[in-house]
Structures are given as C-alpha cells and as structure tokens.
C-alpha cells in the first residue's frame, strides 16, 4: 500500500482546516454534525454482526467497534472540555492517549451498546449547551499542551463535528473494503 493510498484510508473526510471566519451558518451546520451523529451512527451500525464490529477500514486501524469506543471517550472529554473552558478561565486540558484507551479491554469489546448510550446522552447534553452559547463564549478557550496553544470553542466544534464525519467515514471503508 502506497502512502498516499494509506492517507486516503486514514483521513477519508481530508484533514480538518481551521476556517479563517466562523459565521452563523457554519456553527449551525457544526452543530447539527454534533447533534445528529448519534443517529447517524446508529443507521450505519443497524444489522451489522460481530465479524462485522470487527473488521477494520485500513491496516493496523481501529475496527468498527473501537470506533464506536472512542467516539464515546472522544466525545465524553470533549463536552469536558467546553464544560471547563466556560466556567474557567483558559484552563488547561488533560490530553489522553487514545490509542491506548482503544487498547483496553472496555475498548476491544464487540459489544458496542454502553458506548451508544454514552454517545447517545453526551450528544444530547452537548447541543442542548451548544445552541445557547453566544458569540462570546464560542471565542472562550482552553489551552491544549499537546499543541500548546489556546483552542477556542469555535475551532473544537470545527474539529468535533470534522470527527464525527471521518469516523463515519471509516465505518463506512471497513463495511465495504473490510481488513
């Protein structure tokens, strides 16, 4: 498998780009990402078995059920994440190694019904917050010492809502071309 072959597979979506503006209409449409993921993700997950649960979208990549595992720990920090930039000024984050949390065992597991539960209330909650944030807020931010910068608001739900699109996005590879 070439590189660019193996890009493709790994960021199926492209990678996220920080817009240069953050109008309305782009919150908007961020924010119905985040909200109707959990639908999405039920839709895409309907039917399949556990061989299924099981197949990756690219070599040495997460299976589908491990997907479904971190969108749950993914999604979980990030509404933290919002939570704390909110009610503190610029606080520094704790960034966690996904990879390792989709090693362990609640991470490998087939069985992917508390994670939808998970994904399912954290989704609820995070719009219910989202849609009464003002402009103000959306600047507010958190420092990230991984990337050691300040991320605002408006660039995590960017993010978030790029997240949920590429890993719907490899569910949908490891369903047709499973590894």
Not at 67 to 88: C, G, P, Q
Not at 113 to 128: C, D, F, K, N
Not at 154 to 165: F, K, R, V
């Amino acid at each position: 498998m070439t590189d660019e072959q193996l890009y493709k597979l790994k960021f199926p979506v492209g990678k996220f780009s920080v817009p240069e503006n953050y109008t309305p209409e782009l919150l908007i449409t961020w924010i119905s990402k985040i909200q109707n993921l959990p639908q999405r993700l039920k839709q895409e997950l309907e039917g399949l078995t556990a061989q299924q649960l099981s197949a990756s979208y690219r070599p040495e990549g997460w299976n589908i059920a491990q997907i479904v595992h971190h969108y749950a720990d993914s999604h979980l920090n990030a509404y933290i994440r919002f939570k704390l930039a909110l009610t503190e000024d610029t606080p520094t984050v704790k960034p966690y190694a996904e990879a390792l949390w989709a090693g362990l065992n609640d991470g490998k597991d087939l069985n992917i019904s508390a994670s939808l539960q998970i994904i399912e209330g954290v989704h609820a909650r995070w719009t219910i917050l989202l849609k009464t944030l003002s402009d103000t807020d959306f600047k507010k931010g958190f420092f990230h010492p991984e990337h050691k910068r300040i991320i605002t608001l408006n660039e995590s739900l960017g993010m978030y809502a790029w997240h949920c699109d590429d890993h719907i996005a490899h569910i949908q590879l490891a369903k047709q071309n499973p590894y």
